[in-house]
């Protein structure tokens, strides 16, 4: 009863979508349609840490937080490349990395996309130099889409997504 | 007939003498395997024909043996459904066998072996056709020595002995049961099992159950049904491969032919216990020996509790029909007895295939054990490809044999649920739960045999060097892959003539329930069909239909080809692989309760710092509940004893000589008190 009764008089705590942010709805929306148009179906996106600081990842999981949670338009992260259409690539690859990201590239079935996120993946950041770093995403697996920030936001990282889907290399 | 009968026991009998004259070579070898050959195939002959209704075969020889009332053979129905089953196994182990014993060229054992084989082929064939309790006994004797000498044939390794004292062990124990139930029905006059028959009929019900259960007993320790099932898992491992395949796939369903013989045939069924008995000890077979089959890391130990699981399937039929009959439910007895004898056949075929695919496995690899095997589908694709083939007919999965006759089983059991008392239909309903639990569990159980020894990386450098079997061995296998697939395909044929054999030993007239409705198998109520011809043909098409798709629409993409996906790891070696331990552990974990597995893991940390390990070592068992609670106090008992009784044994003359006069004394003391001259 304890419970049913604190339900009922706590009500809805989520906050309410403040104004500007309609339109992520509207990106997260062209995204599924994109991905339909392509694929025929939902879009099954890898995610790759190649050596980042966590940074990005922290924005990446921010897709999933219930203020974006993009699963409900039909694009989800997947267990496996094998699954995959879309790599997304954080950090600058590390040495340790760079057969593993490789492996992962080859793994994922053509047609394949990969959106490398934030400033490391493009120029290894603040890690350029470092006797651990291999070099950027682009030195190691072709890249499709870069999105720049350090993080960027899950906002410009749902725009580089679409931009990737509109390339329409695949 | 006649000819058929002397051709099959002259084939075997050269193919002895053979072995004997002509040395150790590969003459000797292949005249002994082809007239064994002949010897099988003119068995078949006869069992086909008296199972088709020819003229009945009887032969009476009161010469031989004359002062134990001579030796008579005969063949019904029942008898040739065994003698069938032996035979079809007999021709491909003696070919597979010819290739296996190659390695054996030169040393006396060869002579030894082949010997024993046609020896034991001989004996176990002429158990079905013995009609009279001497003949009977002396050949199930024959057989089960004769197989104690193949079991010991490479006695040299260490734990073949242990396995073969086990093996005479409980064999003799069953034999002693034998001998007492043949006594108890053992009423004067001749001893055909006709006699037999009529006095059984006499029997105070108390006696009748008595021989019943001491029958029991030991066709049961022949069978292997658990609790007596425990020389299976040690003697296969032990013996030579084709060996194996013989006593897994034939001897051992002279257990199911001597139950039937005696409780069914001569008894003439009994109480609803005995059904239930029967049921019971086939349900507890059935699932114990899958549970064990799946913990196992040996693959041909693997395979015998995988037979212990098969034969609790089929006795749990044959209890079924006991239960039927008792309680006047013939048509369904009839039923539930051609769906177990149908499944003798088909695990006949399947165990025999199985265990020649784990011979030549081991013959390649020299290795039973699964975490040392893998990838060996590159090196020898024709065994793969036949022990996949059993794989699919064990796991009951259509299109094969397993299929067709574990659904009959089902449909078989299903009539129980109706039974008039409530007592009978929850023990059905239970026994079809449990019937359903081993078929699902069978089924990992091969996933787990065949992946893990065929496929993925080679575990071992004996794997990666592993050759494709010889000719003969690869023609044994395949004889019997195919055999699985007839008996599916023909069982529209081949069913409807195990129910006319069923019919009256339930004492049902024959021709039995009609079971068959053109290419259809149907149940006698009529509540359920199954087309084996049309599954196989429409699964064949689906097959067809898939690949030239794929021919037609996906041959013109580019095909990539790419290593298997291992998250990514720079290099992955065999010891990332599943094993066959890992594999059986959510099992394990559900059924914790009854494995009660007990682990070991010791780390071996660098002398230095806690954060280096340099070496794991786990180790795992499960609890052996019958041979620890069951087995070693008996034993332990027998120890006690015979220690007791050594102490008689002193080894000083004088003593004995004392024994010899005591014994005069009260001799001469007794016939002075009882006054007799």
């Known amino acids: 009863m304890g419970l049913l009764s604190k339900i009922l008089r706590t009500g809805l705590v989520t906050e309410p979508l403040p104004a500007g942010d309609s339109e992520v709805v509207h990106l997260v929306r062209e995204v599924d349609a994109e991905s339909r148009r392509l694929f025929g179906r939902a879009l099954g996106i890898r995610e790759v840490d190649a050596g980042s600081c966590n940074g990005c990842e922290v924005e990446?999981?921010?897709?999933?937080?219930?203020?974006?949670?993009?699963?409900?338009?039909?694009?989800?992260?997947?267990?496996?490349?094998?699954?995959?259409?879309?790599?997304?690539?954080?950090?600058?690859?590390?040495?340790?990395?760079?057969?593993?990201?490789?492996?992962?590239?080859?793994?994922?079935?053509?047609?394949?996309?990969?959106?490398?996120?934030?400033?490391?993946a493009r120029s290894c950041g603040?890690?350029?130099?470092?006797?651990?770093?291999?070099?950027?995403?682009?030195?190691?697996?072709?890249?499709?889409?870069?999105?720049?920030?350090?993080?960027?936001?899950?906002?410009?990282?749902?725009?580089?997504?679409?931009?990737?889907?509109?390339?329409?290399?695949? | 007939m006649r000819a058929l009968f002397f051709l099959m026991v002259s084939g075997y009998?050269?193919?002895?003498?053979?072995?004997?004259?002509?040395?150790?070579?590969?003459?000797?070898?292949?005249?002994?395997?082809?007239?064994?050959?002949?010897?099988?195939?003119?068995?078949?002959?006869?069992?086909?024909?008296?199972?088709?209704?020819?003229?009945?075969?009887?032969?009476?020889?009161?010469?031989?043996?004359?002062?134990?009332?001579?030796?008579?053979?005969?063949?019904?129905?029942?008898?040739?459904?065994?003698?069938?089953?032996?035979?079809?196994?007999?021709?491909?182990?003696?070919?597979?066998?010819?290739?296996?014993?190659?390695?054996?060229?030169?040393?006396?054992?060869?002579?030894?072996?082949?010997?024993?084989?046609?020896?034991?082929?001989?004996?176990?064939?002429?158990?079905?056709?013995?009609?009279?309790?001497?003949?009977?006994?002396?050949?199930?004797?024959?057989?089960?020595?004769?197989?104690?000498?193949?079991v010991m044939t490479e006695a040299d390794r260490p734990e073949v002995s242990g396995a073969g004292q086990w093996y005479l062990?409980?064999?003799?124990?069953?034999?002693?049961?034998?001998?007492?139930?043949?006594?108890?029905?053992?009423?004067?006059?001749?001893?055909?099992?006709?006699?037999?028959?009529?006095?059984?009929?006499?029997?105070?019900?108390?006696?009748?159950?008595?021989?019943?259960?001491?029958?029991?007993?030991?066709?049961?320790?022949k069978a292997g049904l658990i609790p007596l099932h425990v020389w299976l898992p040690r003697a296969h491992p032990a013996a030579p491969s084709h060996v194996s395949a013989l006593m897994s796939g034939a001897m051992i369903k002279m257990g199911v032919y001597g139950l039937l013989r005696i409780g069914l045939d001569v008894l003439g069924g009994g109480?609803?216990?005995?059904?239930?008995?029967?049921?019971?000890?086939g349900a507890l077979s059935a699932v114990l020996g899958v549970l064990y089959a799946l913990t196992e890391d040996d693959l041909k130990r693997l395979l015998a509790y995988s037979s212990v699981e098969n034969i609790g399937v089929i006795v749990l039929g044959v209890g079924a029909a006991f239960l039927f009959q008792s309680l006047q439910m013939l048509p369904a007895a009839a039923f539930a007895l051609a769906a177990a004898l149908f499944h003798?056949?088909?695990?006949?075929?399947?165990?025999?295939?199985?265990?020649?695919?784990?011979?030549?496995?081991?013959?390649?690899?020299?290795?039973?054990?699964?975490?040392?095997?893998?990838?060996?589908?590159?090196?020898?694709?024709?065994?793969?490809?036949?022990?996949?083939?059993?794989?699919?007919?064990?796991?009951?999965?259509?299109?094969l044999n397993g299929f067709v006759s574990e659904w009959l089983l089902f449909q078989s059991l299903l009539p129980g649920i109706g039974a008039p008392s409530p007592l009978v239909a929850v023990l059905m309903v239970l026994a079809l739960g449990m019937l359903a639990l081993t078929a699902g569990l069978a089924a990992a159980c091969f996933v787990k045999a065949f992946g893990i020894t065929f496929l993925a990386i080679p575990r071992s450098p004996e794997a990666v060097a592993a050759h494709e079997a010889d000719r003969?061995?690869?023609?044994?296998?395949?004889?019997?892959?195919?055999?699985?697939?007839?008996?599916?395909?023909?069982?529209?044929?081949?069913?409807?003539?195990?129910?006319?054999?069923?019919?009256?030993?339930?004492?049902?007239?024959?021709?039995?329930?009609?079971?068959?409705?053109?290419?259809?198998?149907?149940?006698?109520?009529?509540?359920?069909?199954?087309?084996?011809?049309?599954?196989?043909?429409?699964?064949?098409?689906?097959v067809l239909v898939a690949w030239l798709a794929v021919k037609r629409f996906a041959s013109r993409r580019p095909l990539r080809v790419g290593e298997t996906w291992g998250c990514g790891r720079v290099v992955q070696t065999p010891r990332m692989e599943y094993t066959s331990t890992a594999f059986a552990e959510p099992l394990r974990r559900i059924f914790a309760e009854f494995y009660r597995p007990t682990e070991d893991v010791s780390i071996d940390f660098h002398p230095d710092s806690r954060y280096f390990v340099q070496s794991i070592s786990y180790r795992s068992a499960i609890l052996p509940w019958f041979d620890r609670y069951l087995y070693a106090p008996v034993i332990a008992r027998i120890r006690f004893w015979s220690e007791r009784v050594l102490t008689l044994q002193s080894g000083s003359v004088h003593a004995y000589l004392a024994y010899l006069v005591a014994a005069l004394v009260l001799l001469l003391g007794w016939l002075v008190v009882t006054g007799q001259r």
């Open chain 1, 60 to 120: 990446i999981t921010g897709l999933m937080s219930p203020v974006y949670d993009s699963e409900r338009f039909g694009f989800h992260f997947v267990a496996s490349p094998r699954h995959a259409d879309l790599l997304l690539v954080t950090g600058p690859v590390t040495r340790n990395m760079e057969v593993p990201l490789r492996k992962t590239y080859e793994a994922t079935p053509a047609p394949k996309l990969v959106v490398a996120v934030g400033d490391c």
């Open chain 1, 126 to 170: 603040v890690f350029a130099g470092s006797y651990a770093v291999a070099g950027s995403v682009d030195s190691v697996i072709p890249v499709d889409v870069f999105v720049d920030g350090c993080p960027p936001e899950p906002a410009h990282i749902l725009q580089g997504i679409l931009t990737a889907l509109r390339s329409g290399r695949p």
């Open chain 2, 13 to 150: 009998a050269t193919g002895a003498a053979a072995s004997l004259v002509l040395g150790t070579g590969p003459l000797a070898r292949w005249t002994s395997t082809l007239v064994a050959v002949v010897g099988a195939a003119a068995g078949l002959g006869l069992a086909t024909g008296a199972s088709m209704g020819g003229a009945a075969f009887s032969l009476e020889a009161p010469d031989l043996l004359a002062s134990a009332g001579g030796l008579a053979f005969g063949l019904d129905g029942l008898g040739a459904v065994f003698l069938a089953l032996t035979s079809l196994v007999a021709a491909p182990s003696a070919l597979y066998g010819a290739g296996y014993s190659r390695a054996w060229d030169g040393r006396p054992v060869q002579r030894q072996a082949g010997f024993m084989l046609n020896l034991f082929l001989l004996s176990m064939s002429l158990v079905p056709l013995a009609d009279g309790t001497l003949t009977f006994l002396l050949f199930w004797e024959g057989m089960s020595l004769s197989s104690y000498f193949l």
């Open chain 2, 169 to 221: 062990g409980m064999t003799q124990m069953g034999l002693a049961c034998l001998l007492g139930a043949f006594l108890l029905m053992q009423a004067g006059g001749p001893a055909t099992f006709a006699h037999l028959r009529a006095a059984g009929a006499m029997l105070p019900a108390g006696t009748r159950d008595l021989v019943f259960v001491l029958a029991l007993i030991g066709f049961g320790s």
């Open chain 2, 271 to 281: 109480p609803a216990w005995w059904g239930a008995l029967v049921i019971g000890l």
């Open chain 2, 344 to 399: 003798a056949v088909n695990h006949a075929a399947f165990k025999g295939l199985l265990f020649m695919g784990a011979g030549a496995v081991l013959h390649a690899t020299g290795t039973r054990n699964m975490n040392r095997l893998g990838g060996l589908i590159r090196g020898m694709p024709w065994t793969a490809a036949c022990f996949l083939l059993g794989s699919v007919a064990i796991a009951g999965l259509p299109p």
């Open chain 2, 472 to 542: 003969s061995m690869r023609t044994g296998m395949i004889v019997l892959a195919a055999a699985c697939l007839l008996l599916s395909v023909g069982s529209f044929v081949i069913f409807p003539r195990l129910s006319t054999v069923a019919a009256p030993l339930v004492g049902l007239p024959a021709p039995g329930p009609v079971v068959r409705a053109g290419l259809t198998l149907q149940t006698p109520d009529g509540l359920a069909q199954m087309s084996p011809v049309i599954v196989t043909v429409g699964l064949g098409l689906v």
